[in-house]
Each structure stands twice: as structure tokens, then as C-alpha cells.
């Protein structure tokens, strides 16, 4: 895969340059997507703090499963900040993901210590915007009431939508692929079976793809906001993670969608991004010294 063509990065100025990297996977559902979606107001905050961000796609299910999602993003890690923090571009760095990015990140820092603990360096922390670290809550397997809602989406139609070439999607406009996640969120099991899960006899169940209390005692230091009324993802995922995980803090929002953040022209924003920057360059300050 052309790592290259995954990318985009935002430099800060060189007078102003922390060389610390944060490597940004946008939501979606890991069904559709891209990483140019942070709002500018956004980008500019994390480039005026210092820092580099990089805001990487990855494959989309349901053309690639979630396993080969989660290589795919250990490459572009490996590839694009692991290596430069090895020779010396970077001085260390953070992951950041909203939503299924979130989810994403939370695997990637499993998926670090798993393969390269003590040979590839490990993230200074992540930034968790109303993400989830399990996909084993039953939230996540029966139907929605915010999407059952809506008009039924039948499997027909996500048929009409998904590749069936054998080509890779690393890139889907909600305009363009928003149906599949409805699909996902309307019907039982859906969301599991699209992401590749639903096969209760083999290897890759739900509980294989969820991090367990072993893997959470080994998360780095960790930076939460999600709101009280989030449609999507249930409050108490990000409260149970804050809570059991060794290092982390948790700045809730309150009576906001989802995605809170999406709406630049309220403050809630660019408040909770304000924290998370200072919250990072708390946890770089090992590496600046």
C-alpha cells in the first residue's frame, strides 16, 4: 500500500516547532471517511502549539476487515512516525481519533506493544475524542434508536454501495458511503458482521478486537472528552475507560451531539482542544528536556 497517498501533514513553523508528531485517524464507523475532516480552526491550534499533525485513511470495512484495517494502520504509524522518532525527526508523539479513530488508536497502542515493544517507541499518549475500547458492549450489536429512526437501509443497498472488485477503499465520503453505518446501526449484529466479526466460531470475534483489563493497565497516559447525550457511542465507555486506565483524565462536555466538536461556531471546541494541548505538551515534557 502507497503510504504516501495516505498521508497529509501539517507542519508548524520552524521557530515554532516542538518535533513532536500527532498522527490523527478520522471516524466513520471504519465504513466511510477521511482524514482531511479536522477543521481547520482545529489544525491551526495543534500547528501554533508546536506539533505535526498527520492525518492518515486507512482501509474501510466493508471491502477490508478490521484486522487488515488495523495492520494497515500499524504500517502507516511504523512508516510515517515511528521511523522518523528513530532518526531523530520526531522527539516522540501522540495518536488522536475521534469516534472509530479513537477505537482505532486505542488498538494501535496494543497492537505497538504487541509487536515492537522495546524496538519501535511507544506514544507519549492519545487523545481520545468519543472514542470506545470495546467492541464487545452490546451497544455496539443491537440496533440503535437514533438510526431506527431513520428509513430502513437495507443490506441490498450497502451491496450497491461496497466495492466487490477486490479493491482497497481507503477514502469514503459521508455524502457517498453514510448509508453503510446506518445499515450498521439499524439492525442486529450488523455493524460486527460488516467489520468482519460475525463469525462466532472463528478467531476474529468482537472479544478479540476489544482491549481487556490487561490491555488497558499497559495504555499510555490518555486525554478523554465525550458528551453526556452522545447518540452514538454510550456515555459510560469513555467514563469506564477513564476510570480504570492507569493515566487518564476525562473532560466531559454536556447536552452536545456526538461529534460536539464539529461545530466550530460553538466554544466547546476550541475549548476542549485548548486542554488537550495543554494536556500534551504536559506528557512531552520528558522529551523536550
Not at 86 to 100: K, Q
Not at 175 to 193: I, K, P, T
Request: net charge negative.
Amino acid at each position: 500500500m502507497d503510504i504516501e497517498g495516505l498521508v497529509t501533514i501539517h507542519r508548524p513553523r520552524i521557530e515554532n516547532d516542538r518535533r513532536i508528531a500527532v498522527l490523527y485517524f478520522h471516524g466513520g464507523g471504519l465504513l466511510s471517511g477521511e482524514r482531511d475532516d479536522p477543521p481547520q480552526t482545529y489544525v491551526d491550534r495543534l500547528t501554533s502549539g508546536g506539533y505535526t499533525l498527520i492525518c492518515a485513511d486507512y482501509p474501510l470495512a466493508p471491502e477490508s476487515p478490521l484486522p487488515a484495517i488495523v495492520d494497515a494502520a500499524f504500517g502507516v504509524w511504523r512508516d510515517t512516525v515511528a521511523e522518523k522518532v528513530i532518526a531523530g525527526e520526531y522527539r516522540g508523539y501522540f495518536l488522536f481519533g475521534r469516534s472509530s479513530g479513537a477505537y482505532l488508536s486505542l488498538l494501535l497502542a496494543r497492537e505497538i506493544g504487541r509487536r515492537a515493544s522495546g524496538l519501535l517507541p511507544a506514544p507519549l499518549g492519545i487523545v481520545d475524542y468519543y472514542g470506545y475500547h470495546t467492541l464487545a458492549d452490546s451497544a455496539f450489536s443491537r440496533p440503535a434508536r437514533v438510526y431506527t429512526a431513520l428509513p430502513d437501509i437495507p443490506r441490498t443497498q450497502v451491496d450497491r454501495i461496497a466495492r466487490t472488485d477486490g479493491a482497497i477503499v481507503t477514502s469514503g465520503p459521508k455524502s457517498a458511503r453514510f448509508a453503510l453505518y446506518v445499515h450498521a446501526r439499524q439492525h442486529e449484529g450488523a455493524w460486527l458482521d460488516l467489520l468482519g466479526l460475525a463469525d462466532p466460531g472463528g478467531p476474529n470475534v468482537p472479544e478479540a478486537w476489544s482491549l481487556d483489563e490487561r490491555d488497558v493497565a499497559a495504555l499510555p497516559p490518555l486525554f478523554i472528552t465525550a458528551s453526556s447525550t452522545d447518540e452514538d457511542v454510550p456515555f459510560r465507555l469513555p467514563k469506564v475507560l477513564s476510570r480504570t486506565a492507569p493515566c487518564a483524565v476525562m473532560r466531559p462536555v454536556y447536552n452536545l451531539p456526538h461529534d460536539f466538536d464539529r461545530d466550530t461556531a460553538d466554544p466547546t471546541g476550541g475549548r476542549i482542544y485548548d486542554q488537550a494541548i495543554e494536556w500534551m505538551a504536559e506528557h512531552s515534557r520528558t522529551v523536550m528536556a
